[in-house]
């Protein structure tokens, strides 16, 4: 019995030892196998939110596709090679904002994908004048008093278009613009279109080839000679001081420039045009009148020199010439004039504006008068005359400016017959201040006198409000 109780003790006894190292085994890797199962709950969550992610985007991938060839069936862009599949989210947005950018572009481009832009000036005029039978604003007072006027009007807003070229061409970039406004007139007597139905007008109209010192320009502009014009909302369809020193007339040239650089302050411009002068018949008699030629070739130089000061000062001086001729009653009738003009910004404050000129025969470039005279042995002789003008600009403020400028046109009066233009003055002073970045309010107060030689001096005042829109 012991012997049988031994044998049961000891298998007791090994049976206590599988038991305690099946629980000692136990306890050891109970915290093993609790470990291993919140690191493979943590992966799996892990694969999830890779697999959403995943799927948010290869969900936007195919938005970005779908807005691609929608933005590419509006478009139409030059033939290229189809781009690739997006890699990834940053890939496709940057090619959406690329096509984006393209459309945008396209809508302000002229039909040979030349990008242009719009400009010009949305103009309200207020006027009074007491004496308007020769035109508004045409720069002259009539050899009979007549009738005032007063009223407002749209007509000398401006639209223009500007370009670029992207491309060079010989070298050369591209660039030009074109300008028109609404001060054409079905009255053609009248001279404006105050009184009549406006009708869109050619202004101005360049197109210029630059290189680096040199450029080359054809279009419409003024005479070279008169590079600059007095400042004033009031007088826009025709430029302030027109008959009295300014000359203005737009007319077809080409121009040629070459540009010198002495040093980082002053530089040298030389500059040549082939001109068309417009011939007048007004003051042409009626006999005379089918025998002239009505625009005729002349050459034009101006030679300036620019100097810069600081940031607010500097000045431009230039001299010119102009020469050509007039073709009436089968006779050529000489035109040529020497011109002096100048911009002096002298402080941020203040500035002079000007030019001045000698010559003779230059109603064909915007002079007062009759540019020539046929005298009763049929001998056709030039106008000599001699005339400028002079603006001062005072701004005070950022916002607020005064102009004050005048001028005039004398011609000789030996070289005159019958009731002509002796001379015509004009002075006028205005104000602008600028209600908003691009609007500006202005008054303007102005009087002409005009001296014929027969109805004698004759006045005219001019009074406008202006509001205007630039854009």
Known sequence: MRKMRNGIEVRVGRARCVSVAILLLTAVHAPLLAQDATDSRAIVDRLDRLERQNQALTEEVRQLREQLKALQATATPPPAAPLAAPSNTEDALAIQQARIDEQEQSKVEAAHKLPIRITG?????????????????????????????????????????????????????????????????????SGNSYGSWPMPRL????????????????????????????????????????????????????????????????????????????ETSNYVATEYAPTLAPTRPAWEGRLEFAHSGTEDTGFH??????????HVAGQSVTSDLFSLDARLQLARWWNLTGTMFTGENLAGIGGSGQGFTILYDQIAIPVHSTGGWLQLTLSPTERLSFHFFGGAQNN????????????????????????APNIFAAFEAARTRTDWTVSGLRLRNQYDISLAYLF
């Open 121 to 189: 000036m949305a103009l309200f005029n207020a006027y009074s004048d007491n004496h308007a039978d020769a035109g508004l604003y045409s720069g002259t007072a009539a050899s009979t008093p007549g009738r005032a006027a007063a009223g407002g009007s749209l007509n000398e807003s401006i639209v223009g278009l500007e370009f670029q070229n992207p491309n060079t061409v010989l070298g050369a970039s591209v660039h030009g613009d074109l300008f028109v406004d609404f001060f054409g007139s079905t009255n053609s007597s």
């Open 203 to 278: 202004r101005t109209g360049t197109i210029t080839l630059d290189w680096v010192t040199r450029s080359v320009m054809v279009g419409v502009e003024k005479p070279l000679v008169s590079p600059y014009n007095p400042d004033s909302f009031a007088q826009v369809g025709v430029p302030a001081l027109s008959g009295s020193g300014n000359l203005w007339f737009w007319e077809p040239q080409a121009r040629f420039e070459q540009r010198l650089k002495f040093s980082e302050n002053n530089s040298l411009r030389l500059q040549a045009a082939l001109f068309t002068s417009h």
């Open 317 to 326: 001086i230039g001299t010119g010439f102009h020469f050509g001729e007039t």
């Open 412 to 435: 000789r009066q030996a070289d005159l017959r019958g009731d002509a233009i002796g001379s015509n003055a004009s002075y006028a002073g205005n104000i602008y201040y600028r209600l």
